[in-house]
Antibody, heavy 122, light 108 residues
Framework: QVQLQESGPGLVKPSETLSLTCTVS??????????WGWIRQPPGKGLEWIGS???????YYNPSLKSRLTISVDTSKNQFSLKLSSVTAADTAVYYC??????????????WGQGTTVTVSS | ESVLTQSPGTLSLSPGERATLSCRAS???????IAWYQQKPGQAPRLLIS???SRATGIPDRFSGSGSGTDFTLTISRLEPEDFAVYHC?????????FGQGTRLEIK
């Protein structure tokens, strides 16, 4: 059974860089079958796609975050990571790591981590 | 980039009733790329429907999806107590993903 686990600081100061890592178990990122990515949800609000990465390092970013965003992959550790620079209070959210698989041939986010809360505050 | 608008924002119904949730896209979307998720408080979203109308593994048949073009619908035929949650529609296109703002289904 595939499991995703987010890790990283729960508190980040304004203007600093938010860094999170997702550890994948029960599957190998190197298999090349899936894309891996990040979703966030501000308190009381809807879901926002952040970006995705393939095992080769190919990335796709939300245009609204692209200038501040880096998603990377470490296949040796079976992990992928998120870095979001110059954070503000608007970046406070629950951050989920996800797997983009398919269901009946349709692309879907079929595996989710439990989520980690990141608060931006001084 | 197509924007998804879900309605209503909140739907108040009683167990046993039928729920109809709408997701409207600002541009035509391939049905293959529309999905629905259920999210309960404190939990990650769970996939319900893919390709606009295909139930994911383990999803009860009281959940159904339909639609094409710009208008998509999630229907819950007879609400069970565990169905009261937030529902999100999602589209995939050109390797980008967007979500609607969600519909909260609450007990009346």
């Amino acid at each position: 059974q595939v499991q995703l686990q987010e890790s990283g600081p729960g508190l980040v100061k304004p203007s600093e860089t938010l860094s999170l890592t997702c550890t994948v178990s029960g599957d190998s990122i190197s298999s090349g079958t899936y894309y891996w990515g990040w979703i966030r949800q501000p308190p009381g609000k809807g879901l926002e796609w952040i970006g995705s990465i393939y095992y080769s390092g190919t990335t796709y970013y939300n245009p609204s975050l692209k200038s501040r965003l880096t998603i990377s992959v470490d296949t040796s550790k079976n992990q992928f990571s998120l870095k979001l620079s110059s954070v503000t209070a608007a970046d406070t959210a629950v951050y989920y790591c996800t797997r983009r698989g398919s269901s009946f041939g349709h692309p879907v986010l079929d595996v989710w981590g439990q989520g980690t809360t990141v608060t931006v505050s001084s | 980039e197509s924007v998804l608008t879900q309605s209503p924002g909140t739907l108040s119904l009683s167990p046993g009733e039928r729920a109809t949730l709408s997701c409207r896209a600002s541009q035509t979307v391939s049905s293959s790329y529309i999905a629905w998720y259920q999210q309960k408080p404190g939990q990650a979203p769970r996939l319900l429907i893919s390709g606009a109308s295909s139930r994911a593994t383990g999803i009860p048949d009281r959940f159904s999806g339909s639609g094409s073009g710009t208008d998509f619908t999630l229907t819950i035929s007879r609400l069970e107590p565990e169905d009261f949650a937030v529902y999100h529609c999602q589209q995939y296109g050109s390797s980008l993903i967007t979500f609607g703002q969600g519909t909260r289904l609450e007990i009346k």
